[in-house]
């Protein structure tokens, strides 16, 4: 079974840029789609941005586009999210998770990992 866990949150400023990277510990991982979510204060779970094994990408959040980039090393059984130009409303705590296959509904992931705190500040 796969295991993911998130690492590379913390604090930035506006116009800033973080990576987080999602690895997995266990399992087939380059068999798997993996997506981004992410959840403010008091918000409902936001989708990002998931890639299937092969590389290939779904649409961005709009709130992300031309900001964010999704990318994996199957190698070295991580993804990678790439967080240019935060704005303070990209605070969130980012989820990574999997799925067999390319979908942008969390109800179809499983495996989700604990979570990296995101805080962008003004």
């Known amino acids: 079974q796969v295991q993911l866990a998130e690492s590379g949150g913390g604090l930035a400023q506006a116009g800033g840029s973080l990576r987080l990277s999602c690895a997995s510990s266990?399992?087939?991982?380059?068999?798997?789609?993996v997506g981004w979510f992410r959840q403010a204060p008091g918000k409902d779970l936001e989708f990002v941005v998931a890639i299937t094994w092969s590389g290939a990408t779904t649409d961005y959040a709009d709130s992300v586009k031309g900001r964010f980039t999704i990318s994996r090393d199957n190698a070295k059984s991580t993804v990678y999210l790439q967080m240019n130009s935060l704005k303070p409303e990209d605070t969130a705590v980012y989820y990574c998770a999997s799925a067999p296959w390319a979908t942008m509904k969390a109800a179809e992931y499983k495996n989700w990992g604990p979570g990296t705190q995101v805080t962008v500040s003004p």
């Open positions: 266990a399992g087939t991982f380059t068999t798997y789609t």
